[in-house]
């Protein structure tokens, strides 16, 4: 019997025992994005001999759709970003009324600070238009060092123009904060002085609405994958250096979401989206109070149709060790940068309270993934990654998918969707 191994996934993998030409046998191992995108377009082309195999008690991977109080959340993948050239919304836009636009679409957006005062939405637009456009600058393609350095470099020298002279050294301060811990939750890198700010990958947005959710209270349950941490041992014979440099080269970094169930509605005058900026003094305090943890959080979010419900999204290297602690403690430190950020308004009492650990779940190892100095350094990337492997007679003997192996769609759905289709094409046309 002739077989070979199928690697699908950066979160989880498939694997294909090949019984002949016209009938092989295709063992998917992981249920997510990836692995379900390719059985089924496998299986739209006339291919019935497929298992899929997963080692968690659930399907969906990174997506986790979780009953919480009278409805709903998502601990994982959320929203669906962009309409044109997103097969997740094209797969889901044929069902009237299965998507609408997020309430956190709607331009509510407030910069608070820790003193309780919002900054105008004037200035808070303007800082916000200039940090993205230092973050799609194509000078980042000839800048030798970090995003980090890049990003700070091209900050101060913009705010020291005239156009910014109204804009004090404090807010400006507290907004390179915020926007750091925002890009954090953004990118899935623990600091952007770790990453390059010329990237082999480079992110692609797609056009349309970046903040679709799913309609009504049932939910939608999706998919996505990881790479493994024990890659260097688990396959034999080792795999080529181009796919090892690029699983070695590429990271899984932490953004959890913690959801906090009231007794009563959120108060009328809390926006939909609260971004937190920290004065020093204020943030030296809570690095040296229980809380410290608390300083990953950088945004809260209202939930849609759930009018109760308060997320909290929580970055990096603290976001990780928050992991480990007790819902009590969490809890605790929420509730007190309410107090913080929602000064003068009154919440209910704490009914619930649910979060995700990705990073601390041994068959997730983190959120999705991301890129950094060593990716740049390695000379490696998403297109490496999925480099299939082939043996002496040029076949594809072990095939690689998952968001991580999509250059221009990494950390999406859609983006593990389109792999695990490509990966479904390699196979359909050898075996054709």
Request: charged share 20%; glycine share 8%; proline share 4%.
């Amino acid at each position: 019997m002739k077989w070979s191994t199928s690697f699908l996934g950066l979160l989880s993998f498939i694997a294909v025992v090949v019984n002949g030409a016209e009938n092989p046998r295709i063992i998917i191992v992981g249920a997510g994005a990836a692995g379900v995108a390719a059985a089924s377009r496998l299986y739209q082309r006339g291919f019935r001999n497929i298992t899929i195999l997963e080692a968690s008690q659930r399907i969906g991977g990174r997506i986790r759709t979780t009953p919480f109080g009278p409805g709903i959340v998502e601990l994982g993948a959320q929203w669906c970003h962009g309409e044109v050239g997103n097969v997740v919304y094209q797969l889901a836009s044929v069902y009237p009324g299965l998507l609408k636009s997020s309430i956190i679409a709607d331009e509510d957006a407030v910069l608070i600070r820790s003193s309780g005062a919002r900054v105008p939405e004037a200035v808070a637009d303007r800082l916000q238009t200039m940090a993205e456009g230092i973050i799609e600058s194509d000078q980042r393609d000839s800048f030798a060092g970090s995003l980090g350095d890049f990003f700070t470099q091209k900050y101060w020298q913009t705010l020291a123009t005239p156009a910014y002279k109204d804009i004090s050294r404090d807010l400006a301060e507290q907004f390179l904060v915020y926007y750091h811990n925002y890009e954090r939750g953004y990118t899935a890198y623990d600091s952007w002085f770790e990453v390059a700010a010329s990237e082999t990958d480079s992110y692609v947005e797609p056009a349309g609405n970046q903040d679709i959710a799913w309609n009504g209270k049932k939910g939608f349950s999706a998919i996505l994958d990881i790479v493994s941490e024990n890659s260097a041992t688990m396959f034999s014979p080792a795999l080529p250096t181009v796919n090892q440099q690029a699983i070695t080269g590429l990271y899984f970094g932490t953004v959890n979401k913690i959801f906090i169930l009231f007794d009563a509605p959120i108060p009328e005058d809390f926006p939909n989206t609260v971004h937190l900026l920290w004065y020093k003094s204020d943030l030296t305090a809570l690095r040296q109070s229980p809380y410290a943890w608390a300083e990953a959080i950088s945004t809260f979010f209202r939930i849609d149709n759930q009018p109760n419900v308060l997320m909290a999204w929580m970055n990096g290297a603290e976001g990780r060790r928050a992991e480990y602690l007790l819902n009590a403690p969490i809890r605790d430190g929420v509730l007190h940068l309410l107090k913080i950020f929602g000064k003068g308004l009154k919440f209910g009492n704490v009914t619930g309270i649910l979060r995700s650990k990705w990073s601390s779940d041994r068959l997730f190892r983190g959120s999705y993934s991301s890129r950094s100095i060593t990716t740049e350094n390695l000379n490696t990337g998403a297109r490496a990654l999925g480099t299939p492997v082939r043996n002496a007679a040029n076949e594809p003997v072990l095939l690689f998918a998952g968001e991580a192996t999509n250059p221009i769609h990494y950390s999406t759905v859609h983006g593990a969707i389109d792999s695990g289709f490509r990966e479904a094409n390699r196979l359909i046309r050898y075996y054709s």
